[in-house]
């Protein structure tokens, strides 16, 4: 057995993993086998060397192996959920588009703090999604109820993110403000970088996705309506008086 602790610019296994990978495809080893590399589990064939990635790399693997299953659990029981509520199978489809977003802070918001992907950051990324359907649901539901026969769908989609704007935005800036907390601790501190970085960016986005989404698969390709008429009714009512 042969045991090592890594050192270098980077924390994870696995940078050290691909540095040790790559000096075994580039040695010649004249007429030795050539060592295989496993990843996970005990080697099935002994007559031959086999390099096995094990200690924290196992532990890591099998943390992101579970927490991924766990994630995609609870994406088919929201998208059951949500199926329920809306009596629609695309519907919910257009809901769940904005958690993939979420990965765009998440990693521009660890390469900022220099931080690792950690177990913690996969968690907050798990937590994300249930705060962004949510934002996603405020969004569409106000687009079905407010869509009529004599209004345009550009006029309903700009009325929906017009006023559920500020509901999404207060829900995201309450959990921010909750994970900004814990964002100097050492262990905590990929959970935070997600839930604050990934809020950030799936709020932006989800406003203008979701309403180009309904543009792409539902336009009615009529033109906008002008004046009073195409202005939301709070905005319309202030006009009045």
Do not use: C
């Not at 989404?213 to 009073?228: A, F, K, Q």
């Amino acid at each position: 057995m042969v045991t090592a602790e890594l050192a270098g610019q980077y924390e994870a296994p696995i940078y050290g993993m691909l540095d040790v990978d790559h000096a075994i495809e580039n040695r010649n080893w004249g007429s030795l086998p050539r060592p295989q590399v496993s990843l996970y589990g005990q080697p099935e064939d002994e007559s031959r060397p086999t390099v096995l990635w094990d200690g924290e790399w196992e532990i890591t693997y099998v943390t992101f192996r579970d927490m991924g299953a766990a994630f995609l659990v609870a994406i088919l029981g929201i998208y059951i959920l949500v199926v329920a509520q809306f009596r629609s199978f695309k519907l919910p489809l257009v809901i769940l588009t904005p958690i993939p977003l979420t990965l765009i802070g998440i990693v521009v918001g660890h390469i900022l703090f220099s931080a690792p992907f950690t177990a913690t950051s996969m968690i907050g990324f798990i937590a994300l999604a249930g705060i962004i359907v949510r934002n996603s649901i405020l969004l569409v539901d106000f687009i079905r109820h407010a869509k009529t026969k004599d209004k345009p769908l550009r006029d309903v989609l700009l009325e929906a993110g017009a006023i559920r704007f500020k509901p999404i935005l207060l829900t995201a800036l309450a959990a921010m403000i909750g994970a900004a907390v814990i964002l100097a601790d050492p262990i905590f501190q990929g959970l935070a970088i997600s839930l604050l970085f990934g809020l950030a960016s799936s709020t932006l986005l989800t406003v203008l996705v979701i309403p180009a989404i309904y543009i792409v698969m539902r336009d009615d390709e009529r033109p906008r309506l002008e004046g009073d008429a195409a202005a939301p009714p709070t905005m319309a009512l202030r006009a009045a008086e």
